[in-house]
């Protein structure tokens, strides 16, 4: 081989180098290569955590617990509204039962005082001694005057049909003067005040022969 040979022969060998060097190809597979892309989309199971809607079983928690919070403040009112009531009614019933006994008491004292004249009479008649029957009987015209006007009434009872609201029948009595069912003796005398039965009247009534 010639010199002239030698030196154009280092030539190919450079071409071939380049050749073998364009022809490389990178693997695509290699560890240097699987670092993640900044650019590559992110997965949203691995991305950053984002703002999400509440679930609707927990608007229905809210929902409930504002309902049971309302309720539980309604309550309150209407219990407090049944406690002023009932304070209410207590002072009104105080009130009531004062007034009623205040009446009573200035009532008693009234009646006392119409029947002190009466008791006056009775004291003079037995000083006086002797036959009383007509001052008694005067004292007596004269406290029934005073119950009266209290509305206390004597009970209607001899020659009066029975009548079992007014009259108490202690025995019957054959007559043949009396229908039957009348009145024919009184053994106590019975009243009625304002209206209202109080005592009735212990009476004998007729019966058939």
């Known amino acids: 081989m010639s010199s002239e040979e030698n030196k154009r022969d280092p030539e190919p060998r450079e071409e071939e180098a380049v050749e073998e060097a364009e022809g490389f190809t990178v693997d695509q ?4 290569n699987t670092a993640e892309d900044p650019s590559a989309p992110v997965d949203a199971e691995d991305g950053p955590a984002t703002d999400e809607e509440p679930a609707p ?4 928690l809210v929902a409930l617990s504002e309902e049971l919070e309302a309720t539980r403040l309604e309550r309150d009112q209407y219990l407090d509204a049944l406690r002023r009531l009932k304070a209410e009614f207590e002072n009104s019933r105080k009130r009531q039962e004062r007034e009623r006994t205040r009446m009573l008491s ?7 005082q119409e029947i002190l004249p009466v008791l006056d009479n009775l004291d003079r008649a ?7 029957r007509e001052g008694v009987q005067a004292t007596r015209d004269q406290l029934a005057e005073v119950l009266a006007n209290e509305g206390l009434l004597p009970v209607a009872s001899d020659g009066q049909p029975f009548d079992p609201n007014v009259h108490e029948a202690v025995m019957g009595q054959p007559s043949e003067e009396h229908e039957e069912g009348t009145i ?8 009625v005040l304002n209206g209202k039965p109080i005592r009735p009247a212990k009476v004998v009534v007729a019966k058939q022969v």
């Not at 079983?57 to 229905?60: G, L, N, R, S, T």
């Not at 024919?184 to 009243?191: A, N």
Request: proline share 3%.
């Open 29 to 32: 597979t290699s560890p240097e």
């Open 57 to 60: 079983e927990e608007d229905a």
């Open 106 to 112: 200035m009532a008693s004292e009234r009646l006392v």
């Open 126 to 132: 037995l000083e006086a001694g002797g036959d009383i």
């Open 184 to 191: 024919i003796q009184t053994f106590q005398r019975g009243y």
